[in-house]
């Protein structure tokens, strides 16, 4: 599909799955040098991280627990300020290397939240994966481990990101057409 309607808008193709898919192996052998001997819990954000999650985490072969957290702040198409609770973690992060699995860094206010959270927790260390990010929009500086695919300040859906709840089942990823 070269278009989308979701709700109101229109969507144009931007990243097509091969590209995803190639981009996910290579995030894998980098991840997999530094992780394989460090039995890392990876923990998931939920909703938008799923697909990618899935993706990523079948290249493993070593020893990792995965387990999954809520914290979604997204409402529309622009980031809110209000960044909620994470819910879910029922781990003991303590002396653990904790990987962070994101689906996209826009403002990096999320994971500016979040990372402390964890640390408070006494992780060992916690490191940070992410398909996509948006430096223009990022306003925060602390370190991105991982990173798949830089993309410019567009909108985007598909691959288990989503507009107002729709589109997160795409296989592609989408960006709003100007
Ligand atoms: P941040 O706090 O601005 O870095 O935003 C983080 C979260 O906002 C991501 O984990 C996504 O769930 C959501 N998000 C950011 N940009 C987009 C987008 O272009 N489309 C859909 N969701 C997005
Ligand atoms: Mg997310």
Known sequence: MKEVTIHDKTFEISINSRTIQKTIDEMAITMAKDLHD???LFLVVL???FMFAADLL???DFNCEISFVKLSSY???HTTSVVRELIGLDEVLHNRTVVIIEDIIDTGITMANTIPKLIKLEAKEVKLATLLFKPKA???DYKIDYIGI???NDF????GLDYDGLGRNLPDIYKLKQ
Do not use: L
């Not at 985007?156 to 691959?159: A, K």
């Open 138 to 140: 990022f306003q925060k």
């Open 58 to 60: 079948k290249h493993f």
């Open 156 to 159: 985007i859906v598909g691959y």
């Open 47 to 49: 909703n938008g991280a």
């Open 150 to 152: 830089k993309i410019p």
């Open 75 to 77: 409402v529309g198409t």
């Open 38 to 40: 460090k039995n890392p």
